[in-house]
C-alpha cells in the first residue's frame, strides 16, 4: 500500500540549530511531494512543494526539500531555525487521481 | 490561494447525536474534500466531496456514516452521524484550486468531542 512516513514524531530544537526532517514515500510511479506547516492555532498552510525539475526546492520561511528519486525521499531542511518556527510539519504525496497521502507528522519545538 | 470558513471550529457532542460541518470556500475550486484527524495521527481523507452528485468516499468511510453534500462550487456540508466517542476527531475541510494539482488550501478545522 502507498505510504508516507516520516522519521521523527517529536523534535526539540535550540535557536540557531539546523534542521532536517525526514520524509520517504513507497509509491512506484509519478509524485507530486508537499511539505505543509500547521503553526499552534493556525490552520494547514503549505511550506513548499515539488513537481518536476531541479530536485531542490525552496519555500518559505528559509525552508527547502530535496527530492532524492532513488531514495524515495522528500526530506526538509533549515539551516538555522527560529522560535516561530515551533509547529508541526507534515509531509504529503500526490499520487494521481486526487489522492494525497500524508505522513503522521513532526512536532518541532524551538527552544528560545 | 483560498479562504476556507468552517463552521463549527469546535462542538461538545452527545453519543447517539449527528454534527453536521458546513464548509465555504471564497474562490471557486476544482475539487472539495473532507479529512480527518485524530489525536495524535495524521490527516486521513474521508471522501471527495462531487458537486451535485454523490461523494467518493475512502475506504473504511461509508455514507450512511458520513453523508456529504455539494450543491455548488463553493460550499459543501460533512454530517457526522449517530456519533461515539470514537468520533471525537479534527475535521478539515480541504480545496484544490484550478491548476495547482495535489496542492491543498485547508480550513482551520472542526474539533469535535463526543461524550
Known amino acids: 500500500a502507498q505510504s508516507v512516513s516520516q522519521h521523527n514524531h517529536h523534535v526539540i530544537l535550540s535557536e540557531a540549530a539546523s534542521l532536517e526532517l525526514g520524509c520517504n514515500y513507497s509509491y512506484g510511479g509519478t509524485v507530486n511531494l508537499f511539505w505543509y506547516v500547521q503553526y499552534p492555532g493556525q490552520h494547514l498552510q503549505l511550506l513548499l512543494k515539488?513537481?518536476?525539475?531541479?530536485?531542490l526546492v525552496k519555500g518559505i520561511k528559509g525552508f527547502e526539500a530535496e527530492f532524492i528519486k532513488s531514495k524515495f525521499s522528500f526530506n526538509l531542511r533549515k539551516p538555522s531555525v527560529q522560535w516561530s518556527d515551533t509547529a508541526e510539519y507534515f509531509c504529503a504525496v500526490y499520487t494521481g487521481g486526487f489522492k494525497t497521502i500524508f505522513g503522521a507528522g513532526t512536532r518541532l519545538f524551538v527552544k528560545a | 490561494s483560498a479562504v476556507i470558513s468552517q463552521k463549527p471550529s469546535r462542538d461538545i457532542c452527545q453519543r447517539g447525536t449527528s454534527l453536521t460541518i458546513q464548509c465555504q470556500v471564497d474562490s471557486q475550486v476544482t475539487m472539495m474534500f473532507w479529512y480527518r484527524q485524530q489525536p495524535g495521527q495524521s490527516l486521513t481523507l474521508i471522501a471527495t466531496a462531487n458537486q451535485g452528485s454523490e461523494a467518493t468516499y475512502e475506504s473504511g468511510f461509508v455514507i450512511d456514516k458520513f453523508p456529504i453534500s455539494r450543491p455548488n462550487l463553493t460550499f459543501s456540508t460533512l454530517t457526522v452521524s449517530n456519533m461515539s466517542p470514537e468520533d471525537s476527531s479534527i475535521y478539515l475541510c480541504?480545496?484544490?484550486?484550478?491548476?495547482?494539482?495535489?496542492?491543498?488550501?485547508f480550513g482551520e478545522g472542526s474539533r469535535l468531542t463526543v461524550l
Open positions: 480541504s480545496v484544490e484550486l484550478l491548476g495547482a494539482v495535489g496542492e491543498l488550501f
Open positions: 515539488y513537481f518536476s525539475g531541479d530536485p
